[in-house]
């Protein structure tokens, strides 16, 4: 099944965080795709991604949830375990979904921890606003790296009427720089700014000491990140900024409909599941004698 792809252990050194922060330092930006589970995984390890991200996105993309917020913290984490197993080699940055954090520190800490453990996560992201600092301390204290996610945050879609942008007047870009200085302080690691005015994450990257993730918010950021469904032309709807350089959609049906014509056909190829003559010659024995047996029924 996997012939294409050669041995994972062929990348020339596994992407992990020091090998981040040495591209930042360097002006070299990285990329980063959602993902969500190790076939795929092993493909993006293959191209060289750098990071994926097991987005919350997976309730919609996979689950089929109208937003994030349904998407559930066990099937997070062992989607994320499933993307590390298929990509060693890969940085592997995993969502804390809503409700896994926001009630209670220490449940908080506990599931982020779980995503370390369990999930094989190199980081987490929540997302955050500045009142979230002291949280995020904690985590940092507790060793958890954690990726405060700022600007748009899906999982408040519901205060907002629907998804949102961020940051777009005066008042709110400067909310956003307060955002994120006051990780920074909390001892977050990286940062994600979601759906932002250009001139105002350009700002942020300008005054942060932390490497900056771009989606949807410009291209002064370190790295980007978008959807890989979106990028692979499987989305329904797609934001412009993450358009399709592929259309696997298309070729996914296209691949099905000819399926069914095979099927229809009965033109399945090669039958490798064979029997040997002498086998072959005692079915042929063994059918005679129960067509034999249920010709005469009362015979015991
Ligand atoms: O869940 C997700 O996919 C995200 C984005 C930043 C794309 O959080």
Same mark, same amino acid.
């Given at each position: 099944?996997?012939?294409?792809?050669?041995?994972?252990?062929?990348?020339?050194?596994?992407?992990?965080?020091?090998?981040?922060?040495?591209?930042?330092?360097?002006?070299? $930006?990285?990329?980063?795709?959602?993902? @969500?589970?190790?076939?795929?995984?092993?493909?993006? =390890?293959?191209?060289?991604?750098?990071?994926?991200?097991?987005?919350?996105?997976?309730?919609?993309?996979?689950?089929?949830?109208?937003?994030?917020?349904?998407?559930?913290?066990?099937?997070?984490? #062992?989607?994320? #375990? !499933?993307?590390?197993? *298929?990509?060693? %080699?890969?940085?592997?940055?995993?969502?804390?979904?809503?409700?896994? @954090? /926001?009630?209670?520190?220490? =449940?908080?800490?506990?599931? %982020?921890?779980?995503?370390?453990?369990? *999930?094989?996560?190199?980081?987490? $992201?929540?997302?955050?606003?500045?009142?979230?600092?002291?949280?995020?301390?904690?985590?940092?204290?507790?060793?958890?790296?954690?990726?405060?996610?700022?600007?748009?945050?899906?999982?408040?879609?519901?205060?907002?009427?629907? @998804?949102?942008?961020? *940051?777009?007047? %005066?008042?709110?870009?400067?909310?956003?720089?307060?955002?994120?200085? #006051?990780?920074?302080?909390?001892?977050?690691?990286?940062? &994600?700014?979601?759906?932002?005015? +250009?001139?105002?994450?350009?700002?942020?990257?300008?005054?942060?000491?932390?490497?900056?993730?771009?989606?949807?918010?410009?291209?002064?950021?370190? !790295? /980007?990140?978008?959807?890989?469904?979106?990028?692979?032309?499987?989305?329904?709807? =797609?934001?412009?900024? %993450?358009?399709?350089?592929? /259309?696997? !959609?298309?070729?996914?049906?296209? #691949?099905?409909?000819?399926?069914?014509? &095979?099927? +229809?056909? !009965?033109?399945?190829?090669?039958?490798? @599941?064979?029997?040997?003559?002498?086998?072959?010659?005692?079915? /042929?024995?063994?059918? +005679?004698?129960?067509?034999?047996?249920?010709?005469?029924?009362?015979?015991?």
């Amino acid at each position: 099944m996997n012939e294409e792809l050669s041995d994972t252990t062929k990348r020339a050194a596994p992407v992990t965080l020091r090998t981040l922060l040495k591209m930042v330092r360097g002006g070299e $930006k990285f990329a980063c795709l959602t993902c @969500y589970d190790a076939t795929t995984a092993r493909w993006l =390890q293959e191209a060289g991604m750098h990071m994926l991200l097991v987005g919350d996105t997976a309730g919609e993309v996979i689950l089929g949830f109208p937003n994030t917020i349904h998407t559930p913290l066990e099937f997070l984490i #062992a989607l994320t #375990a !499933g993307v590390k197993r *298929g990509a060693p %080699a890969t940085l592997v940055m995993a969502d804390m979904p809503f409700m896994s @954090y /926001q009630a209670d520190d220490a =449940q908080a800490i506990r599931n %982020a921890g779980r995503f370390l453990t369990e *999930g094989l996560a190199d980081l987490v $992201k929540l997302e955050v606003d500045r009142s979230f600092a002291p949280l995020v301390a904690k985590m940092s204290r507790a060793g958890i790296p954690v990726v405060a996610h700022i600007g748009s945050r899906p999982q408040h879609a519901k205060m907002h009427g629907g @998804y949102y942008a961020a *940051g777009k007047s %005066a008042v709110t870009a400067i909310e956003l720089l307060d955002d994120a200085r #006051a990780m920074a302080e909390a001892g977050a690691t990286l940062l &994600l700014v979601e759906a932002a005015p +250009a001139e105002v994450t350009a700002q942020i990257v300008r005054e942060s000491t932390l490497p900056v993730i771009g989606c949807g918010a410009g291209s002064a950021c370190h !790295g /980007q990140v978008v959807v890989l469904q979106d990028l692979l032309g499987m989305s329904a709807w =797609q934001p412009a900024f %993450a358009l399709p350089t592929v /259309q696997i !959609g298309r070729q996914i049906a296209d #691949a099905a409909q000819h399926w069914m014509n &095979l099927v +229809a056909s !009965g033109n399945l190829g090669e039958h490798s @599941y064979v029997m040997n003559n002498s086998e072959r010659a005692a079915f /042929q024995v063994a059918l +005679a004698a129960r067509a034999a047996a249920a010709a005469e029924p009362n015979r015991s």
